[in-house]
């Protein structure tokens, strides 16, 4: 072979090398996380009766109970999420993944009255109203989850990625039971004490749904071993809301929503295993 062609064939086995030499793909992947869900409306009630306390029981007059009507409402605010999950890839492109992390369901309670309140020396109902709206309740939930992953580039530097996967949430409350306290003089002894005041029950809170959860983002490899993580996620849940007026013992119409809450989380991969690239 001359040196005319020998020049020839190297260039046109260059680009073939070259392709041959790729990086590694990482192949089991631990991965930490932390970022934050958007808020929305739960639930409105604009016309809550709350008949006004005489001694231990409702103040009457000659229609029944003499009663304040308050306008309440619960929004689910934007809140902190936390997790950890693991990502195992047979094939280069699919792999399985199953998570585990913590939501914040933290509510955002109001309350204010329809019309004046009715006389009351020591404004129980108002007392009531105010605390609910000030009590700051929660349901957090922690979430399990297992699913399918697809990343595009698994060989880069930088690999988009979309997943979907599907689960169960356990809370730690539910979402409807409404209350407040109210200061009130003991009759008797002339003490000042604090009352729990129910303005709507829930006698079996929604403790346990299934989810679904749908998510993309990107990986970028930042030192050997490790990734940067990004993502936008949607975790579909559904939750119980009021959908009337509670009647004098404190029970509701309810039904159940789906809800969505969309977030982003940034975390930090570690890969405990992967597959070498070809060097040829």
């Not at 119409?253 to 977030?263: A, E, S």
Request: negative net charge; aromatic residues 10%.
């Amino acid at each position: 072979m001359n040196r005319r062609s020998s020049v020839l064939f190297a260039l046109l086995l260059a680009p073939a090398l070259l392709g041959a030499q790729t990086s590694d793909q990482p192949n089991l992947v631990l991965s930490m996380f932390g970022g934050l869900s958007a808020g929305h409306s739960l639930w409105s009630v604009p016309r809550q009766p709350l008949c006004v306390i005489s001694g231990d029981a409702c103040e009457q007059n000659s229609t029944g109970n003499v009663d304040d009507t308050l306008a309440i409402a619960r929004d689910i605010t934007s809140s902190v999420l936390l997790g950890a999950a693991v990502s195992y890839f047979r094939n280069p492109h699919i792999g399985f993944q199953g998570e585990i992390y913590y939501l914040g369901l933290s509510f955002d309670d109001r309350c204010h009255p329809v019309s004046p309140y009715q006389p009351d020396s020591e404004n129980k109902n108002q007392q009531t109203c105010d605390s609910f709206a000030s009590t700051g309740a929660s349901a957090d939930a922690v979430t399990f989850l297992a699913g399918l992953v697809f990343r595009a580039a698994p060989r880069r530097a930088i690999s988009p990625f979309i997943r979907g996967s599907v689960g169960f949430t356990a809370y730690t409350g539910g979402t409807l039971a409404a209350s407040g306290d109210f200061a009130s003089v003991d009759q008797v002894t002339g003490e000042l004490t604090v009352t729990a005041r129910d303005i709507v029950t829930d006698t079996t809170p929604k403790t346990t749904s299934w989810t679904f959860q749908v998510a993309a983002g990107f990986t970028a490899r930042v030192a050997p071993g490790y990734q940067f993580r990004f993502e936008v996620r949607d975790a579909i849940l559904p939750l119980q809301r009021l959908i009337g007026p509670a009647n004098e013992f404190g029970a509701a119409p309810h039904d159940t929503q789906v809800y969505h809450h969309i977030g982003f989380a940034v975390g930090l991969d570690v890969v405990l295993e992967q597959r070498r690239g070809r060097r040829y």
